[in-house]
């Protein structure tokens, strides 16, 4: 008996040759649709599904393959007596291989204004279910979703007639996470359509971008995978234009610089080392934006990952180029930049579209056993109910300097605080257990540079020992959420030392 192959794909990137290659060592072909005709457009016998079954497509194709005839011959156990008398009896061919992609649902998905029901003509039902049963076969059936697997399937048939059991095991693995990532996708459009924000079980599905060297340390393994359908304003959407490969801490802080100078809508440039910026400065120019972050802290930037957020030209590259620098990232670079920045063989260049910046995504951590999910923190001074809680009222330029304090504390591990003037960082304390802890850092940092600055904290005064500390340090503006049963304590101390405090009322935590 003739074996027998059954074809129908939505991609038909190289069928037509895999289903001849079949054809030529064998097989008998079936296949349905669209499939169907191409196979048989190029001079390929082709049985119809619907010759099988004796039963026509109906439902504007929504049925064609959902008949025993068929799944009788996918998950039949051909070396079982009482299975084989049973397809006798029904006069069922068993299938040997089944060859079987998805409507793209994916793709429908990621189209600008599609409806609801376009989408939902777009889940395949038949595919799905022809997989996962040959996927469960797979002792005697072999499972083809991916068009790379084409080759290496052929081979295998020619040389020893059969795929092996291990590689039958790896092409129906293959397929299980195939069809999950599918129902993925679905199961989260159809949640958020319905309107459901806390559904009983979450499901997200990643695709393996890049085999990673290491993890954290050089005894770590190591991936990265992107979210399909995530935001092109992301690592994970790069385009590297140079330089060696990215590794997990690269790409950590990368993201870290991303997040930050996405805040900004002139012109700027941050420097991040170990998730946290060393220098954040604004300009007129993005040469001088760069100029501000590299004088905030010309030390630790050095080893840093820099973004910047205006197309990087022959002077700013200059100035970049004087440094040691893991990446750089740009909307893009003039050819002259390029020129400059790649006669460093190391340096890593990556342009993303900073137009798609303002889409959120939900924010994953991962914890022993568990998943923490939570919502992008979006929220700028634009949505805050801002008041004066001193007598002193701030000055433009303290305006300006609290403004840009308090985007850059957003994204400083907590407890956080940062010094500004109206143009850039000077002093950043990051990740303390208290937060006076974290300003004697920051003040520390910014030196003489502190006289005349603004102060920005992630969250509330618990006691007025950190006002103090600015104070004496020469610092003349504060911006902070406010909430402490004690805040009018550090009020006071503000209004003692003739420093204007505003209260944002929402704190931004970054653990």
């Excluded at 079980?201 to 005894?219: A, I, V």
């Excluded at 802080?253 to 420097?271: G, H, M, R, T």
């Excluded at 000055?395 to 500004?420: F, Q």
């Excluded at 340090?473 to 503000?494: L, Y």
Aim: aromatic share 6%.
């Amino acid at each position: 008996m003739k074996k027998r192959a059954l074809i129908s794909v939505s991609d038909k990137s190289g069928v037509v040759e895999f289903a001849r290659a079949l054809e030529e060592i064998g097989y008998e072909i079936l296949s349905t649709g669209g499939t169907k005709n191409v196979l048989h457009e190029n001079g390929i016998n082709v049985i119809g599904v619907d010759d099988i079954t004796g039963f026509p497509e109906i439902l504007e194709g929504r049925v064609k393959t959902l008949h025993p005839s068929i799944h009788g011959g996918l998950l039949a156990k051909h070396d079982n007596e009482a299975h084989k008398a049973q397809l006798e009896e029904q006069n069922i061919t068993p299938i040997d291989l089944v060859c079987v992609n998805l409507y793209p649902f994916q793709q429908t998905i990621a189209k600008p204004n599609v409806t609801v029901e376009e989408a939902i003509e777009n889940i395949d039902i038949g595919g799905p279910t022809m997989l996962r049963a040959a996927a469960k076969n797979h002792q005697y059936v072999t499972v083809v979703v991916d068009a790379l697997d084409y080759d290496g399937v052929l081979t295998q048939l020619k040389e020893a007639g059969e795929v092996s059991i291990e590689n039958r095991r790896k092409l129906a693995a293959k397929v299980f996470r195939h069809t999950a990532a599918y129902d993925a996708h679905i199961a989260e459009y159809v949640t958020e359509v319905s309107g459901e924000e806390e559904p009983e079980r979450m499901t997200f599905t990643y695709e393996l971008k890049q085999t990673l060297r290491y993890g954290e340390n050089p005894h770590q393994k190591a991936a990265f995978y992107r979210q399909p359908l995530g935001s092109e304003f992301s690592i994970s959407m790069a385009r590297q234009l140079h330089g060696k490969e990215l590794s997990y801490n690269n790409i950590n802080d990368a993201n870290a610089a991303l997040q930050i100078v996405k805040e900004f809508s002139e012109p700027a440039a941050v420097a991040v080392k170990h998730m946290n910026p060393c220098g954040v400065g604004v300009g007129e120019t993005i040469e001088a934006a760069f100029q501000k972050a590299y004088e905030a802290d010309s030390t630790s930037i050095f080893g840093g990952i820099v973004a910047l957020n205006r197309v990087v030209d022959k002077e700013t590259a200059n100035m970049l180029h004087e440094i040691f620098l893991e990446i750089i990232i740009a909307p893009a670079f003039t050819e002259e930049a390029l020129e400059i920045l790649t006669s460093k063989k190391n340096i890593r260049l990556l342009t993303i579209p900073f137009e798609s910046a303002k889409k959120t995504e939900k924010k994953l951590t991962s914890v022993e056993g568990g998943l923490l999910v939570q919502e992008d923190d979006v929220f700028t001074l634009d949505n805050a109910d801002v008041r004066v809680a001193t007598k002193r009222e701030p000055t433009e330029e303290e305006w300006a300097a609290m403004k840009l304090g308090w985007k850059v504390v957003k994204h400083v591990k907590s407890n956080a605080i940062v010094l500004t003037n109206k143009e850039m960082t000077i002093g950043v304390g990051a990740g303390q257990m208290n937060r006076v802890g974290a300003a004697k850092i920051a003040l520390e940092q910014a030196g003489e540079k502190a006289v005349g600055s603004a102060m920005a904290s992630d969250a509330f005064f618990p006691m007025d020992d950190t006002v103090e500390a600015a104070a004496k340090a020469g610092v003349t503006a504060i911006i902070q959420p406010g909430g402490s049963i004690r805040d009018e304590d550090s009020i006071k101390k503000a209004d003692e030392y003739g420093i204007t405090m505003v209260l944002t009322g929402v704190r931004h935590f970054k653990h």
